[in-house]
């Protein structure tokens, strides 16, 4: 909850600590996370192997942070449904199904970029 006493910036570093939090968490606990950042470590490595320009670096990243951010907004969904109702109950289970395919449209997107961007080089290595 936000302190009224708190000045602006104050405020911006208590925001930047909860965000850090938030961060830490998905990192530790969330295994989707752990995987995407595999994932991208092994796209950048790609990226420095092949030399890919700076259009392309940029587009990879959004990539990677539209595929994190969407694993983290599911990952959201799921906590605070199963907070509000931890049984099985169907109208939750639609509601989590939706938000995991938030996180599958932005790896469809993200491959499709990844298959831009390299397939182009590997056929040049063929």
């Known amino acids: 909850m936000k302190d009224p006493n708190d000045g602006f910036f104050l405020g911006r570093l208590k925001s930047f600590k909860f965000a850090f939090k938030g961060l ?3 990192i530790t606990t ?3 996370i752990k995987v995407q950042l595999f994932v991208s470590l092994i796209a950048i490595i790609l990226g420095v192997v092949f030399q890919i320009s700076l259009v392309e670096w940029a587009i990879q990243f959004l990539a990677i942070g539209l595929v994190l951010v969407a694993e983290a907004a ?3 969904v799921e906590e605070i449904s199963d907070f509000i109702h931890p049984e099985f109950h169907e109208k939750i289970g639609k509601i ?3 938000a995991a395919g938030t996180p599958a449209f932005a790896a469809i997107i993200s491959l499709i970029i990844a298959g831009i961007i390299y397939v182009p080089k590997l056929l040049i290595l063929f």
């Open 74 to 76: 599911n990952s959201a």
């Open 96 to 98: 989590k199904d939706i």
């Open 30 to 32: 969330e295994d989707s």
């Open 24 to 26: 830490w968490i998905l």
